[in-house]
């Protein structure tokens, strides 16, 4: 009977395992994505996401947490898992496989991210505008935005856009920019507040010549609610 502390022999490989996140935000009524621009090979000098290669003792929350603020300076964000990335050839260097993540920051809390760690230069680019990326990181930023339009239809994803107080008129617009198309005005307003999701704040707003509006705050904003 083998003794608790002999040492195993295991004949298969072990690849690497890595975490990319995905931050999304909304500038200027755009979609935008955050960037670094990679110091080190492979693909140096060229654009991708946020991420790194998870320590052996390491949670993967935490992993993905400790590369985007290591690479941008961003801490404090939601992440949640998206999808696992494990094409044989994914990484020219070994085979790595990479457990990716999304991330939302609120209009009101945005910061200019700061080049660290392994990463050149980082910024935000339009959605519709992305440099080419180095990996398979195109692939995962189409697939990050697919969950996130598909889930504006049955959670409340679309508040982690907005600051801590808004307008209707302000929400209706970042879910026309997540959804790339207009809205009924009407028709969107009956839908949210039927929902429940937000509430009154008592104050109201004016945009320039515009009537006052009334002033609003979401109901669950530190977490995304399944509403169907």
């Known amino acids: 009977m083998r003794s608790p ?6 004949p298969y490989p072990h690849p690497a395992v890595t975490t990319d996140v995905v931050v999304f935000t909304v500038r200027n009524n755009r979609l935008a994505i955050l960037l670094v621009k990679r110091a080190n090979m492979p693909f ?5 996401l946020p991420g790194g290669f ?21 801490a404090g964000l939601y992440l949640e898992q998206l999808y696992t990335f494990g094409a044989t050839h994914r ?18 809390a945005l910061t200019a991210p700061r080049a660290a760690s392994d990463a050149s230069d980082v910024d935000w680019f339009d959605f519709d505008a992305l440099p080419p990326l180095a990996f398979d990181h ?3 930023v ?13 959670s409340t994803i679309a ?35 039927a929902q429940d999701l937000i ?15 009334r002033e609003y705050r979401a109901r669950f904003a530190k977490r995304v609610e399944i509403i169907k």
């Open 159 to 193: 508040f982690g856009f907005m600051p801590k107080t808004f307008t209707l008129s302000e929400l209706q617009c970042v879910y026309e920019t997540l959804l790339n198309q207009p809205l009924d005005k009407r028709n969107f307003r009956k839908r949210i507040l």
């Open 199 to 213: 509430e009154e704040t008592g104050r109201q707003r004016r945009n320039g010549k515009h009537r006052p509006a």
């Open 44 to 48: 140096a000098g060229s654009w991708a």
């Open 91 to 108: 990484d020219p260097r070994e085979r790595v496989i990479s457990v990716t993540y999304y991330a939302l920051v609120p209009q009101d």
């Open 5 to 10: 502390s002999q040492t195993f022999s295991y």
């Open 142 to 154: 189409q697939m990050a935005h697919r969950r996130l339009v598909a889930k504006l239809d049955y």
């Open 54 to 74: 998870l320590d052996i003792d390491e949670d993967l929350d935490a992993c993905a947490a400790r590369e985007l603020e290591e690479e941008t300076g961003i």
């Open 138 to 140: 195109a692939a995962i």
